[in-house]
């Protein structure tokens, strides 16, 4: 895959869903029930959906996203490229339809958080680093100024230049 003329977003992702959507960035030995019984798909498969109510709009097919665990791993840990972006959903139900299989939230869990703003990224599991890079090293590099608690756009070009991609 080639990064260039990408546009690469840090997307921040809860310890509990990074655990759920990205099984081979942690630690995690053991299979669950979910995982036996072919429940939980969006674990294993390299198509993946992302749900959330940023209001960034330049995503597009081909960017590269960087998921970064928050709470205590605090660390960009996993990339994936961008399939699609989808937003105006008439209904919770709609959204769902199109993410089902990909994303770790239950239908309920939609509604309950739904809005004119949501988002469904569909993207493809592409690596998950060697080794994390923590918050306080893109703190120190430039590329954030605070932990990301939305979606936000970087440099590339930074990241290459400062050796952290």
Known sequence: FCFENRNTF???IQQQ???????EAE???QLSFGDIQGINTYSNTIKKAYICNSPTKHINPGDVLLFYASEYKRSI???G????????????????????????????QIKSGFTSK????LFKYYKTLDTPIPYELLKRK?????PPVSIVQVSLQKLQETNLI
């Open 81 to 108: 490229i961008v399939d699609n972006v989808f937003n105006d959903f008439s209904s919770p139900e709609e959204l769902y339809s199109m993410a089902i299989k990909r994303t770790v939230y239950s239908i309920e």
């Open 27 to 29: 630690n995690i030995k």
């Open 77 to 79: 840990t996993t990339i």
């Open 17 to 23: 869903y990074h655990e759920m959507l990205f099984p």
């Open 118 to 121: 949501s988002k469904l990224l």
């Open 10 to 12: 840090i997307v921040p």
């Open 142 to 146: 430039g590329i954030l100024k605070i």
